[in-house]
């Protein structure tokens, strides 16, 4: 996977199959001790990005189910396609699709857990409820704005062929990048209009691009604006996208407030 942009860091795990050996629990802006006491540094957005262990196998499969869902379902001749987000209803016997789901289940749990470390007991069980789950074929500049998914705490893309996509900055000198992924920092509502000079200079840093790699699973918080480049090759770009929801072990979605007698 390229190297983090500034003011990205990395927790890593090795494990089997992940992207180049280690998982990446990434979190953006990190709180990095300063050195000074006086300072606080608050709220890093926790993301995760690993490759599945069995794409090679699973990637050729969707492949096929996906362009025979294409052909069968789309109308007009547009070589870009969005199937509903209810694949897993349409399609639950399928053995690589299931398998997905169950690995994008996993990822969730896993960033879910890290970035509500100081909240959950180390030993609680959640379970995840992936609500809408659809893939979509994409070319000839295909995109789609800046946005963020509702009804959900945790979304993510799933990359099935990358084809042409960019692989890194440096991939396309000169230009904008092609079929990334790009996400959006909080602060970057206050770069249209805002005073900017020298002293707040870090709103500047405010997005990270998600590179596509055959079988790499990103997972990210669902009110995180994010947008797909356009993107233009010789083969289509293939991605799955999802959201869930995240139980608790009572099975309740619900935090308990209250007061502090």
């Not at 979190?27 to 300072?39: E, Q, T, W, Y």
Request: with cysteine.
């Amino acid at each position: 996977m390229p190297a983090l942009q500034p003011g990205i860091a990395a927790l890593k795990e090795e494990t089997q199959g992940s992207l180049a050996g280690a998982d990446e629990i990434i979190m953006a802006k990190k709180l990095k001790p300063s050195g000074n006491p006086n300072i606080v540094k608050l709220w890093p957005t926790t993301m995760l990005a690993k490759r599945f262990a069995h794409y090679q196998k699973v990637n050729p499969a969707l492949l096929e189910l996906f362009y025979q869902h294409q052909n069968r379902e789309q109308r007009g001749a547009q070589k870009s396609y969005a199937s509903k987000d209810d694949l897993l209803s349409q399609y639950p016997l399928h053995k690589e699709l299931n398998e997905l789901a169950e690995f994008i289940s996993q990822g969730i749990v896993e960033v879910a857990r890290e970035a509500n470390a100081d909240l959950w007991r180390g030993d609680e069980k959640v379970s995840v409820n992936i609500t809408g789950l659809w893939f979509q074929i994409s070319n000839d500049h295909a995109f789609h704005e800046m946005h963020v998914h509702g009804n959900c705490s945790w979304s993510g893309v799933y990359y099935v062929r990358s084809a042409d996509c960019s692989t890194s900055l440096q991939s396309n000198p000169g230009k904008q990048p092609n079929g990334v992924t790009r996400f959006y920092g909080p602060h970057v509502e206050h770069m249209a209009g805002g005073f900017g000079d020298y002293g707040n200079l870090y709103l500047h840093d405010n997005h990270w691009d998600s590179f596509p790699e055959d079988g790499k699973l990103c997972i990210f918080p669902s009110h995180i604006k994010h947008m797909p480049f356009p993107y233009s090759g010789e083969e289509d770009r293939v991605i799955v996208s999802f959201h869930a929801q995240v139980f608790n072990s009572s099975g309740t979605q619900s935090y308990n407030y209250g007061f502090n007698n």
